[in-house]
């Protein structure tokens, strides 16, 4: 039975069997080679083991048979950006926006692959194309605070990160205020308190985003919290 082998195969993969599932797929496609559904299970599967060049040719398999899978393509794309093989990976994500404009999380891959690339303006301006096109996609917001952190506008940046505590699922829970944050006066000769982020990762992307004209200022003592 096809049907039951490519659903063996599905659950099988999410439940990271995934010599199983390859198998299962695998027979299933046998049978129908024209199966869309397993040909992407299947690359799901192949992509979970490491086989990436294997997933990106079932990924293949699935858009030949159904040109108007996004997900296939948004899923080809990522490999693609995993391998550093970010001009197929960016023409990719654009054949999922063709389909489905609005997709907000294509936006973000794009911007993703182009910060990765070193191209920061171009990365911002798709996040603002996104903005226009998904005005609803909150998470499309706070990519488009990072550009802002990124390209060294400092002023406009943390003002808007303060955005994330409001989108569900995108940061931990609000941490109690400092007594006040910096103003941008002078700190020569002045002791600060740095008051730690949500996370490290919080905390990398603000040291990074920091610009030289700042590193000077902050030559004062420090104390951590």
Excluded at 123 to 138: H, N, Y
């Amino acid at each position: 039975n096809i049907a039951a082998l490519q659903l063996l195969g599905s659950v099988r993969t999410r439940l990271g069997a995934h010599d199983e599932a390859i198998e299962l797929l695998t027979r299933a496609i046998a049978a129908d080679p024209k199966n869309g559904f397993a040909h992407f299970h299947l690359a799901q599967a192949r992509a979970a083991r490491g086989d990436i060049a294997d997933a990106m040719a079932s990924y293949e398999a699935c858009i030949a048979i159904n040109p108007n899978d996004v997900a296939a393509f948004m899923n080809l794309g990522s490999l693609y950006k995993s391998e550093t093989r970010y001009d197929e990976a960016l023409r990719s994500y654009d054949r999922a926006l063709i389909l489905m404009p609005t997709l907000g999380m294509a936006y973000r891959n794009i911007a993703a692959t182009l910060r990765e690339m070193g191209n920061l303006h171009a990365a911002a301006a798709i996040i603002e194309r996104g903005m226009q096109m998904a005005p609803g996609d909150k998470t499309l917001q706070i990519d488009h605070t990072a550009a802002l952190l990124y390209r060294g506008n400092l002023a406009a940046g943390w003002a808007a990160y303060e955005q994330r505590f409001d989108i569900p699922g995108e940061s931990g829970p609000r941490r109690s205020r400092p007594p006040a944050f910096w103003d941008g006066s002078d700190l020569r000769e002045r002791r600060i308190l740095v008051w730690t982020e949500q996370s490290p990762g919080d905390e990398t992307m603000h040291a990074n985003a920091r610009s030289e004209e700042h590193t000077s200022e902050l030559q004062s003592r420090e104390t951590i919290s």
